[in-house]
């Protein structure tokens, strides 16, 4: 997978040359002549790696590396710093502030290619710890800490720009029983094949987690209620449809649903996370109510009892 690096210099020269010294590099290139510019740039590009020149008017680099260190969706992004000096106190300050190496100018090619491929590589192992950490084991979806953490940041998208997010949650149907009576080795099929289902069916625009136990959640980014209900039942009827066997004997699988959708939230001030979660999670526990294997929506306020779509057979 190609690496990007983003370039912040005031130079339109800098720029030209660094493309040219970097080209036998499989790299994308991103730029910005501004601080601000750049910091607008990390946040939305998310760069692998940024060459940030330390002397720009308005604002120098030491302060566009601290705003970018300071801001939880560009801390992790390595900084190399670009200077003609080399004052042994600026680079302290530099690798004080969280940069991860110097590299002096005018550039020398064997040297900027060597350092630049370093911070990569070692990005790229951060991001596969980083990964790992965030998946679950037994079902290779992703994990509660990160179904958390991104849907903290695609609710403050939504804020921002003011497009749809839904939440769909959906819980295993008598999966104690399923435990009881089968052995909990058979527990950790069911549980693999709901997450191979979810992970098979969502878009590579959403996020499916296991929430935890039998619970499971899908994040659906700029989806409208509509959008949201249809993938719920689809997946609905898919859990239902799954094979699963144990001991010569077919078992019956199927799963309720709940969902949210950021449209039912009358007042803009009152969504968030928590809402979305709470409301998608009302709509959950008023289909297990309902009879289970079926898919309701959260009302407006997110109260139980919620409205019932696409009901199945129930169990």
């Given amino acids: 997978m190609t690496q990007t690096i983003l370039i912040i210099d005031d130079s339109p020269d800098i720029h030209q040359l660094l493309k040219v010294r970097l080209k036998n590099l499989d790299l994308a290139l991103a730029h910005a002549l501004s601080g601000a510019e750049g910091i607008v740039k990390a946040a939305e590009a998310q760069p692998d790696l940024i060459l940030l020149d330390v002397h720009m008017p308005e604002a120098s680099g030491f302060d566009v590396c601290r705003d970018l260190k300071a801001h939880s969706s560009t801390q992790d992004i390595p900084v190399i710093f670009l200077t003609g000096a080399a004052d042994v106190d600026q680079k302290v300050l530099g690798f004080e502030l969280g940069a991860v190496d110097y590299i002096q100018k005018p550039f020398d ?6 350092r630049v491929r370093a911070a990569l590589r070692t990005k790229r192992f951060q991001d596969m710890l980083a990964q ?10 992703w994990n509660r800490t990160h179904f958390e953490m991104r849907l903290q940041d695609e609710v403050a998208a939504t804020q921002r720009y003011d497009r749809p997010l839904s939440l769909i949650m959906l819980d295993v149907d008598h ?7 089968h052995g909990h080795p058979f527990g950790d099929e069911v549980l693999q094949a709901v997450g191979e289902a ?3 069916t969502a878009r590579t625009s959403d996020w499916a987690c296991r929430y935890g136990g039998e619970e499971f959640a899908v994040i659906l980014r700029e989806t409208n209620l509509e959008g949201a209900l249809i993938l719920a039942e ?17 078992v019956q699988v199927t799963a309720s649903f709940g969902v949210s959708c950021s449209e039912l939230c009358m007042n803009p001030l009152d969504f968030s996370r928590r809402w979305l979660i709470t409301s998608a999670d009302g709509a959950l526990y008023a289909a297990k109510h309902a ?5 309701r929506f959260a009302e407006q306020k997110a109260t139980v009892p919620a409205t019932e779509t696409n009901v199945g057979d129930g169990i």
Avoid: C, P
């Fill in 109 to 114: 090619s064997a040297e900027l290619n060597a």
């Fill in 132 to 141: 790992r950490a965030m998946i679950d084991g037994l079902t290779g979806l």
């Fill in 175 to 181: 999966f104690k029983k399923l435990n009881d009576n």
């Fill in 198 to 200: 979810l992970a098979d």
């Fill in 234 to 250: 689809r997946l609905r009827k898919l859990i239902e449809g799954l094979t699963l066997r144990n001991k010569g004997q077919d």
């Fill in 291 to 295: 009879g289970r294997n079926r898919v």
